[in-house]
């Protein structure tokens, strides 16, 4: 059994900075790909970036492009995403997620359903 648990979330203003981290227990996730996602009230649950196993190749969504990164410490079996100069736009609960049907792949899944363990969410509000 894998378990995710973000956290960083918080209140920041426009143009602000965030750092979420997801730490996994349970099972070594280095062989993994990972993903952030995000969900905002009365949308689809959405990709944000995605990260191969050895984080040498991602896959950001274009709205996030330049503004968000993603980095992995596998020593740590923990997950990164930067957020900088963020919007209004980007508040949402944001999920981080495993993809463990593939291992030592580079092959990157955009959907959620490509992903098999996921956190519990932290809220990310960005004000005005």
């Given at each position: 059994?894998?378990?995710?648990?973000?956290?960083?979330?918080?209140?920041?203003?426009?143009?602000?900075?965030?750092?979420?981290?997801?730490?996994?227990?349970g099972?070594?996730?280095?062989?993994?790909?990972?993903?952030?996602?995000?969900?905002?009230?009365?949308?689809?649950?959405?990709?944000?970036?995605?990260?191969?196993?050895?984080?040498?190749?991602?896959?950001?969504?274009?709205?996030?492009?330049?503004?968000?990164?993603?980095?992995?410490?596998?020593?740590?079996?923990?997950?990164?995403?930067?957020?900088?100069?963020?919007?209004?736009?980007?508040?949402?609960?944001?999920?981080?997620?495993?993809?463990?049907?593939?291992?030592?792949?580079?092959?990157?899944?955009?959907?959620?359903?490509?992903?098999?363990?996921?956190?519990?969410?932290?809220?990310?509000?960005?004000s005005?």
């Open positions: 059994q894998v378990q995710l648990v973000e956290s960083g979330g918080g209140l920041v203003q426009t143009g602000g900075s965030l750092r979420l981290s997801c730490a996994a227990s099972r070594t996730l280095r062989r993994y790909a990972m993903g952030w996602f995000r969900q905002a009230p009365g949308k689809e649950r959405e990709i944000v970036v995605a990260v191969n196993w050895s984080g040498g190749r991602t896959a950001y969504a274009d709205s996030v492009k330049g503004r968000f990164t993603i980095s992995r410490d596998n020593a740590k079996n923990t997950v990164y995403l930067q957020m900088d100069s963020l919007k209004p736009e980007d508040t949402a609960v944001y999920y981080c997620a495993v993809d463990m049907n593939y291992s030592y792949i580079d092959y990157l899944s955009l959907r959620p359903n490509g992903y098999d363990y996921w956190g519990q969410g932290t809220q990310v509000t960005v005005s």
